[in-house]
């Protein structure tokens, strides 16, 4: 089987034009009956998703990853009641961001609007591929997938799902592609279709993120990377701290939003470091310290870059900063603007920090662990940027979307 | 002379540092002293520029080319004036995009901020070096500059008088760099600064957009192509038609928001087109029109690829289309997404064309000339957008910010 990119391109752009013509009672419409069809094929997903798995069990992946992939019939029922919040969700596109009228009469305003074609790259998670799909939908957006090739025979059924409802209403299904082919030289040119696709989502580790970066010539969100930092000040309610810092490294400690380096006011280090070691060792929390953390409390050294990894795991930096401005020269040297906190009582030092950090998310005397499309509100959640342009942090339904200038005269002329 | 880029990257960004603690009058300030340091050091600046403009003569450069290199004391007041505008408009830095209290009882605030470091690549136009310094500076950004070898000396003259008004606050000169080795390889080297830049700005011609899209690692505003569409429905009022013509491709034939491409509808062609070549023709525009145009009055003919050709010149594309449909098709396929105008007095064809096409800027009944930042009311004009991400169209100050989630709780810790 070979796939022609260009083609595929032209058919997801042509597709997105007739998504423009949908209003949201449309589009929640398509939602539903996508929610139905999933219900209807139910046994057909499971068996080709059980050959995947089989599969992929035969090939000795890990654990973890034959979990990622695994549905059951609760996983797509979560994933049902997923695209039942999508629909509760208001349709962004059609707002108008401003309007005013000029001085030479005519009106201007900036009218939002779908992205047009997005194409999403993604591991073997094959809930994505009817998260991305709803989200590209309820927007108004064409996408190409290209998901993992260990759950092809998944996304084939799901995308087959989403085919038959896109009939029922009479669009075109070309308005969510899936590349099938496994060929690895395809994602290099889907990252070069620039007159198809107008935004590249990464959903993946770093290496894919890099890859992205480095071989798109269309526009690429990059993220999901998260060096998080919590800076204990000096003035800090110390017990009331050490929840936030437990939360913040145990509650989930393998997503991007986990804490990674505790930074402790040299004031406090004392009284607070033993107690960190006391809450979090029994937990099977790892402790790398700084050279003057070692001299508080029992701990193993932290080596060259560990304050430059995300650890994704119970493992923990720890760092005995001077003040204030030493936390943000530390967070400025290592943090990759993802989260970061600080815990403090002193109101200078709270806006301070608040002004001098512009990571995605800042916050004050609260748990990293907050930077997420669902406890922000947003409903849903595309990705997570930790670049500047466009959106940044969780990234909703809006980030799904761009404006245009719309300007109504009465045969106006430029003098 | 060897440049360093990775140095040159990382003292930007810790100058971006140094810009955050700045207030609005702070960077009024700094400008109004550029301002003053301009009328002290012009005579120096002239004289420079007068170097640069007899090595270009010689080197036998257009006289185009050489218009826009040269610098005289009027173009200098210009430039003053400009920066006084930039000095009398609204700092977007700050603002709170939106802010709530969420359900327990942290604030969320989305606050807007600036960029950081932004990469401008651009060709001989040493007013540009003044532009993006002011309009970088006035958001709190860092830029690192990279303008064509030709105005070279024009360039480290009007630097070195960036550099004085920043000493003069005590602020680091490594807030506005110039790449001033003429290496080519600079550039490959600057697009991949993606540790230390946060947006690259080329402002030049398709080539240079071309390389940045395709070489960088950094996000890219890419734009400037217009081909831009004018349909005249059936329902148009002819002769006031005629005007908006005439102004969209005569008023100023060079710029990227000029008419490329007339289209007109089937019923009207015949009694229009005859008008068009009699009011253009005198003027020295040159018809190409699609076979249809050819019967209904004398033009050249359209050849291969003229409806995808940027102008920039008095010469005028003519299509001859079936409906308002086909002038939609003919757009998608041929647009550059800058800019487009429908002419017409039917309200359903108005509403299905501004739903249809989705270019940076639409217009009902107006000329395509007025997509400009300063006939939008941006006050300043960074560049013109045509691709989605983050900005379309003309780019004002807010297009030079982003924002951070900022986020205030009582130790919140996630359930």
Redo the contacts between chains.
């Keep these: 089987m070979t796939t022609d990119l260009q083609l595929m391109g032209r058919d997801a752009r042509r597709a997105s034009?007739a998504l423009?013509?949908l209003g949201r009672a449309q589009k929640d419409a398509l939602l539903q009956t996508i929610i139905d069809q999933l219900q209807v094929h139910e046994a057909t997903i499971l068996e080709a998703n059980a050959e995947d798995v089989k599969e992929a069990e035969a090939q000795g992946l890990s654990g973890a990853m034959l979990d990622r992939l695994l549905l059951t019939p609760e996983r797509l029922a979560g994933i049902r009641e997923d695209i039942h919040t999508v629909i509760g969700l208001p349709d962004p596109v059609g707002e108008d961001l401003d309007s005013?009228l000029?001085a030479n009469g005519?009106r201007?305003s900036r009218r939002r609007?779908?992205?047009?074609v997005l194409g999403v790259i993604y591991e073997a998670r094959p809930n994505v591929t009817i998260d991305v799909a709803v989200l590209a939908l309820k927007t108004g957006n064409a996408a190409i997938l290209r998901g993992g090739k260990e759950t092809l025979r998944s996304n084939l059924a799901l995308v087959a799902v989403i085919h038959r409802a896109l009939k029922i209403h009479d669009l075109p299904k070309a308005a969510i592609g899936l590349i099938a082919d496994p060929d690895r030289a395809l994602v290099a040119q889907l990252l070069k279709l620039?007159s198809h696709v107008?935004?590249i989502i990464p959903r993946g580790g770093a290496g894919l993120h890099q890859l992205c970066?480095?071989q798109a010539?269309i526009?690429?969100i990059t993220g999901g990377i998260g060096i998080c930092h919590l800076f204990v000040d000096q003035s800090a309610?110390l017990s009331?701290?050490l929840?936030?810092i437990?939360?913040?490294k145990v509650?989930r400690p393998t997503v991007c939003n986990a804490l990674d380096t505790l930074l402790v006011h040299q004031a406090v280090a004392a009284a607070l470091l033993p107690k960190v070691k006391a809450r979090l060792a029994p937990q099977g929390v790892t402790l790398k310290g700084c050279q003057a953390s070692q001299k508080l409390v029992e701990l193993e050294a932290a080596e060259e870059g560990d304050f430059d990894r995300e650890w994704l795991s119970l493992t923990l930096g720890i760092k005995v900063v001077a003040d204030v401005d030493d936390a943000i020269d530390h967070i400025?040297d290592h943090s990759s603007e993802h989260s970061e906190s600080i815990?403090t009582q002193d109101m200078a030092n709270a806006r301070y920090f608040?002004?001098?950090i512009?990571?995605?998310?800042?916050?004050?005397?609260?748990?990293t662990?907050?930077?997420d499309g669902s406890?922000?509100?947003l409903g849903a959640e595309v990705a997570v940027s930790t670049?500047?342009?466009?959106a940044?942090?969780?990234m909703g339904l809006e980030a799904l979307t761009?404006?245009?200038?719309?300007?109504?005269?009465?045969?106006?002329?430029?003098g």
Tied chains: 1, 2.
């Design positions: 034009f423009l013509g005013k000029l005519m201007l609007i779908p992205l047009g620039d107008d935004m970066k480095e010539t526009p690429v309610d009331r701290a929840e936030v437990e939360n913040a509650q400025r815990l608040a002004a001098s512009n990571s995605a998310a800042v916050y004050i005397n609260a748990s662990r907050f930077t406890q922000f509100g670049q500047k342009l466009h940044r942090g969780p761009t404006y245009k200038w719309l300007v109504e005269g009465d045969y106006h002329i430029r």
